[in-house]
């Protein structure tokens, strides 16, 4: 090693013992040196700790559970109840035609449409 680089090297070692000792560091402290200024600091964190797999973990799962939710409204949002041009009530999903939205409400009670329904929100899911 050159006289040049001895020098530097106890230059870093004095360098890094006042440091720790002005922010309280002791041996079982790490000090990085890393670049200039707070954020190559915070870069070197964030790249150590994995924040950021971290959060694109923490994001992939939220945009994962928010799509489902978004799929669940959707089936729940859609009204299989159209009233048609003569005022008679159709069911979309059965294709059965009511006199009253009365007579269609007991029929979307049945085990019939109800199982309809399911099918349909099982339709909805592509993933
Ligand atoms: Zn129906």
């Known amino acids: 090693m050159s006289r040049t680089g001895k020098q530097t ?5 004095e360098a890094r013992a006042i440091i720790k ?4 560091a002791d041996e ?7 670049g200039n ?3 190559a600091g915070i870069n070197v964190i964030i790249c150590k700790l994995q924040i950021k797999q971290i959060v694109e973990t923490v994001q992939r799962r ?3 559970q928010q799509k489902e939710l978004d799929e669940e409204r959707k089936s729940e949002d859609i009204n299989f109840c159209k ?7 159709d069911c979309t999903l059965c294709r059965v035609i009511f006199a009253s ?3 269609f409400e007991v029929h979307s009670q049945t085990p019939i449409h109800k ?10 899911i592509t993933y």
Do not use: I
């Open 9 to 13: 090297n106890q230059a870093r070692r």
């Open 62 to 64: 939220n945009d994962c």
């Open 83 to 89: 009233q048609n041009r003569f005022g008679s009530f």
């Open 101 to 103: 939205k009365n007579a």
């Open 28 to 34: 079982d402290d790490a000090l990085v040196f890393c």
């Open 37 to 39: 200024g707070a954020t």
């Open 21 to 24: 000792r002005c922010v309280g």
């Open 115 to 124: 199982q309809r329904v399911e099918d349909f929100k099982k339709s909805l």
